[in-house]
């Protein structure tokens, strides 16, 4: 069994919120007396939970809330959890940016974060001069620094620009740089925020392998903090998802993911139009939309292994008009995935309600989000009735276990069809 | 995620709890990032005049021009006594590079905390690097401006001045450490208390003009000593090491063993609050900078 490397115990946090200014030279006062009376702190005992959305009445909320959880040597964990859940706050006392204000973290070797890469970086001095400043502020001795410095401005591809101020640089000269030597830190233990992971395409390809390698050739440990839960599938064995300052599942990642998209992302399993907003027309409206599964059992997420089933209902009022249902499935850049419509069915031809199921094959999307638009159309001449865009909203996750190739990256391509394979022997 | 075996509980690199040590300096720590604290120094002196014509001359600018106005002002207008040293202009320039080192490792020492926020925010490296590294690139300066005294005082030696040479120089560096440890002192106090209300920070700016007249810099300590203000100077810590810097150069000024001591005594309990001080407020300042 691996070594635990970090361990966190009942850790809080508790932060005042407003202002700070002359009012907070009376509370900083009354703390001090009844300090000096041997109590406890007035303020520690009117925090409040957590949730932004909700107004509260204490001026002081605990950011992290009883904390405690352990990582082993080589783990890549990752903390999953909407905005203000505090997993920034966890991730600065981890990397003692900020102290906690009950429990403690122990931890074994060096930490380095890269919250943000370029930290330090001063504008009026040269490349090579800043690589050196940066990687000593992220806790590089010189020595290290010049063995490295090849591999560096190699990884950052800028040598020509080396003697320049980094002020003439590009942005994305400049990120490059600073990504390069942050990812030659060599720490027993990496922490990663998302923050990373907002340059474009290539660069996030670029971070998500080096944590990869990181924690599977180097057997580093590795935390990281997303909101995307494809790229947390993908990298982590293990995740923790926080809610309002406290862990609300810890444990195998696609587990945790699972309760997170259930409870916490803007998924839309199942949606019914109250009267007066149907989307509609004389001919056809929508009343109600939901993600199913082979059984008709209505599901918030849908596995790539799996046929899942979009079913809507929808009233048609106007005799003989036989409208055609069809589909538009769209992935988060916005790209249509495919439409589909029945085909022109004379049953339809009589006013009533009417359920239709589409089923969208096991192996066919890939991994990630998609919309789901509902519409009904007749065709001669063209009208649509209703399009209901964006009616569902919906994950697609893969269990990482039951993939047959050895590849444990995130599969590349819109769909991810299962295809057949051939290979003969020639000579 | 199980249970840690209880043999290995005992040994952690890191232990991240709320409370701090109070007197907890981490000279080791502070050792192992040695690298870091000259890259600050280097990065002080040389970003300061990057695209500049002139660069590190601007040192030697600064003082000369000051040094000419005051003599103006205090010498000739307002015809203050200069202690007996000749000429004149030795006397300005030698208080003026003193205390433009003490003044400068205050106000920049004092401004760690708010003006480093953004990478404080980010990477944890011991916070009292940086001050340490405003110390040390004042040094530099300090020893541009003092060279720069060295030459007048050869110059007016060619014109017939004399040069007060004795063992008292070998004291100079002792009345650095002592201006440094002071203005480290009382900046990382200011820095800290900064943190919360910024009230410290526009206090300072005219504290440190209003010092400079509290202190035997434009006026010889002797110039006070029959007046009903000579408290001020006994009280100010400065201005025993300002006259015995006088003294070591020129052979003249007023002070005593006691004085000296009185000031190093000060400067160890600054020295002393100032790491209590810091070290709670690098902890948590984050939050409320």
Known sequence: ??????????????????????????????????RMRGKEDPYLKIGEENDRTKKGNSEYVWALNDISFQVKEGELLGIIGKNGAGKSTLLKILSKTTSPTKGCVKIRGRVASLLEVGTGFHPELSGR????????????????????????????????????????????????LAFAVAAHLEPEILIVDEVLAVGDAEFQKKCLGKMQDVSSKEGRTVIFVSHNLTAVNTLCETAIYMKNGRIAKQGNALDVIELYSKTESEVVNHKKWPVDERPGDEVAEILEARLVDKDRNSITMAHTDQQIGVEFTYRVKKQGSQPVPNIHVFNMQGDNVFASAEKSNPVLGVPGTYTTVMWIPDHLLNDGRYLAGLATSTFVPEKVHFYAKEALIFDVVEDMEKRDVDYRGKMPGVIRPKLNWETIKLD | MSETLPHKQEKWDIVIEPKTHLLQLNLKEIWRYRDLLQLFVRRDFVAQYKQTILGPI??????????????????????????????PILFYMSGITIWNYFAACLTNTSATFTANASIFGKVYFPRMVLPLSVVISNIVRFGIQFLLLLVFMIFYYFKGYSIHLSFAWLFIPVLIIMMAGIGLGLGIIISSLTTKYRDFAVLLTFAIQLGMYATPIVYPSSFLQKTPYKWIIEINPLSSIVECFRYSLFGKGTFTAGDLAYSGIFMLVVLFIGTIIFNKVEKSFMDTV
């Open chain 1, 1 to 34: 069994m691996s070594k635990t490397v970090i361990s966190v115990e009942q850790l809080s946090k508790e932060y005042r919120l407003g202002q700070i200014g002359t009012g907070s030279i009376a509370h900083d006062i009354n703390r001090w007396w009844y």
């Open chain 2, 58 to 87: 601007w040192h030697i600018i600064q003082p000369v021009f000051t040094t000419l106005i005051y003599l103006l002002i205090f010498g000739q207008i307002a015809n203050i006594p200069t202690d007996g040293i000749e000429p």
């Open chain 1, 129 to 176: 001069e800043n690589i050196f400043l940066n990687g000593a502020i992220l806790g590089m001795t010189k020595g290290e620094i010049r063995r490295k410095f090849d591999e560096i401005v190699d990884f950052a591809g800028v040598e020509r620009y080396i003697d320049t101020p980094v002020k003439r640089y590009s942005s994305g000269m400049y990120v490059r």
